[in-house]
């Protein structure tokens, strides 16, 4: 089932957020005991705060939230791989007569 509006989370969709906690420690510990995906390496800013993206499905982000932490959702990470499938074509590009199409270089030869 598709949500009729884009990037509106279905109950299973995984969600990029940004997890932003007021020490290394605060956020250490956070992700020892809730342990989401992460993406990347955490970032300091210069107040001292430390920032990583994580990927959670929507019923686990309250987990996250707690006194030092913000929570900020980024983006439906599953909305958007949903979209770039849906560029996928179909059918075998390589099949007898058929002529490739897409980002490429034709080379001689």
């Given at each position: 089932m598709m949500s009729a509006v884009p990037n509106e989370p279905l109950p299973d969709d995984i969600l990029r957020v940004r997890?932003?906690?007021?020490?290394?420690?605060?956020?250490?510990?956070?992700?020892r005991e809730v342990r989401p995906?992460?993406?990347?390496?955490p970032s300091i800013a210069p107040d001292g705060s430390v920032g990583i993206d994580a990927y959670v499905p929507e019923e686990r982000i309250p987990a996250l939230e707690r006194e030092g932490v913000t929570v900020v959702r980024i983006a439906n990470a599953s909305a958007k791989g949903r979209a770039a499938q849906a560029e996928v074509g179909t059918g075998n590009?390589?099949?007898?007569?058929?002529?490739?199409?897409?980002?490429?270089?034709?080379?001689?030869?």
């Open positions: 997890v932003t906690a007021r020490d290394a420690d605060t956020l250490r510990a956070l992700l995906d992460r993406g990347g390496s590009r390589f099949a007898e007569g058929a002529v490739p199409r897409g980002l490429a270089a034709k080379l001689p030869g």
